[in-house]
């Protein structure tokens, strides 16, 4: 009695296979598919947050440089998910030479609820077992998701996917650029906090650090750009984000021109607008020309 159980369970988990194989179809956002699938083949990757996605324009780098680029900045990252998408981006594809990695100020390292590893960016692929592997591994799956498709799904994966929204247009190669203003944009350029150190979480830091490694041991130029705030720059940050990069071919851009002293160039106080992008953009084609 109880194989005929086992048996008739496993004949009704399969069943859960035609949903697992097209939960893909509900994301919009295909990029992290086109990285598993092999097809992110690009010479210049864009790593970061939403202040990589909306900051920095990859066609304007793309034409100016004249080498394939593509934007991988995820709105409301950590940094841990910018080394997973590394780490998958050099496992099904060609590695890239060069890389741009954009940091979120002060907040890089430092509990933020607009960061997150972005789980909901996985639950959607879990057809792929190394993406359910990790859900595994990072206690968001059960570990009986290895085997049972039932336990890939969860309650959300069943509901109706969420409406495409002026944040989901982007480019051809990946920058979604602000062509409009938040509504809740105060214009007061405000001082930045005293940064305290102490509060810095490790597993970002760890993160950081084999990002860089990485990069090193694969022989990909790595640029680590801090983009412009409305905001008075926090130097003690600065600071401290040049004592953890790893090597001096590392290159670490902060300076900016006067021109984002405006806020007509901003989109809010962390985040350029599509006048701002192009002209931040300009200046980092320009910086990265000249070494090239």
Same mark, same amino acid.
């Given at each position: 009695?109880?194989?005929?159980?086992?048996?008739?369970?496993?004949?009704?988990? &399969?069943?859960?296979?035609?949903?697992?194989?097209?939960?893909?179809? /509900?994301?919009? +956002?295909?990029?992290?598919?086109?990285?598993?699938?092999?097809?992110?083949?690009?010479?210049?990757?864009? *790593?970061?947050?939403? /202040?990589?996605?909306?900051?920095?324009?990859?066609?304007?780098?793309?034409? =100016?440089?004249?080498?394939?680029? $593509?934007?991988? !900045?995820?709105?409301?990252?950590?940094?841990?998910?910018?080394?997973f998408i590394l780490k998958a981006v050099l496992k099904h594809n060609k590695k890239p030479e060069i890389i741009f990695l954009t940091i +979120?100020?002060?907040?890089?390292?430092?509990?933020?609820?607009?960061? @997150?590893?972005?789980?909901?960016?996985?639950?959607?692929?879990?057809?792929?077992?190394?993406? #359910?592997?990790?859900?595994?591994?990072? &206690?968001?799956? =059960?570990?009986?998701?290895?085997?049972?498709?039932?336990?890939?799904?969860?309650?959300?994966?069943?509901?109706?996917?969420?409406?495409?929204?002026?944040?989901?247009?982007?480019?051809? #190669? !990946?920058?979604?650029?602000? +062509?409009?203003?938040?509504?809740?944009?105060?214009?007061?350029?405000?001082?930045?906090?005293?940064?305290?150190?102490?509060?810095?979480?490790?597993? /970002?830091?760890?993160? $950081? &650090?084999?990002?860089?490694k990485i990069c090193k041991a694969e022989s990909i130029k790595l640029y680590v750009f801090i983009p412009p705030n409305f905001k008075i720059?926090? &130097?003690?940050?600065?600071?401290?984000?040049?004592?953890?990069?790893?090597?001096?071919?590392?290159?670490?851009? =902060?300076?900016?021109?006067?021109? $984002?002293?405006?806020? @007509?160039? *901003?989109? +809010?106080?962390?985040?350029?607008?599509?006048?701002g992008a192009i002209l931040y953009t300009n200046e980092i084609i320009k910086n990265v020309k000249a070494e090239l």
């Open positions: 009695m109880i194989v005929l159980f086992l048996l008739l369970f496993f004949l009704v988990d &399969k069943l859960f296979h035609w949903k697992i194989q097209a939960l893909s179809n /509900r994301e919009l +956002d295909k990029r992290l598919e086109w990285i598993l699938e092999g097809k992110m083949n690009k010479a210049i990757l864009i *790593f970061g947050s939403s /202040r990589a996605q909306h900051n920095l324009y990859s066609d304007a780098i793309q034409d =100016s440089l004249k080498m394939p680029t $593509f934007n991988l !900045g995820y709105r409301g990252c950590t940094i841990d998910f910018q080394l +979120d100020d002060d907040r890089e390292f430092l509990p933020e609820k607009t960061l @997150q590893f972005r789980y909901d960016k996985l639950y959607n692929l879990v057809k792929y077992q190394e993406i #359910t592997n990790e859900l595994i591994a990072r &206690k968001e799956l =059960s570990p009986f998701a290895v085997a049972l498709y039932s336990a890939r799904l969860g309650w959300e994966q069943f509901l109706k996917p969420n409406p495409i929204t002026k944040y989901e247009n982007w480019t051809a #190669t !990946g920058t979604v650029l602000l +062509d409009f203003k938040a509504t809740d944009f105060d214009e007061k350029r405000m001082q930045n906090k005293k940064y305290n150190i102490k509060l810095e979480l490790p597993e /970002r830091l760890t993160a $950081f &650090k084999e990002f860089q720059q926090n &130097k003690e940050f600065e600071n401290r984000l040049k004592s953890l990069i790893i090597d001096n071919k590392i290159e670490l851009y =902060s300076k900016k021109t006067s021109f $984002f002293n405006n806020p @007509q160039y *901003f989109f +809010d106080a962390s985040h350029l607008n599509k006048k």
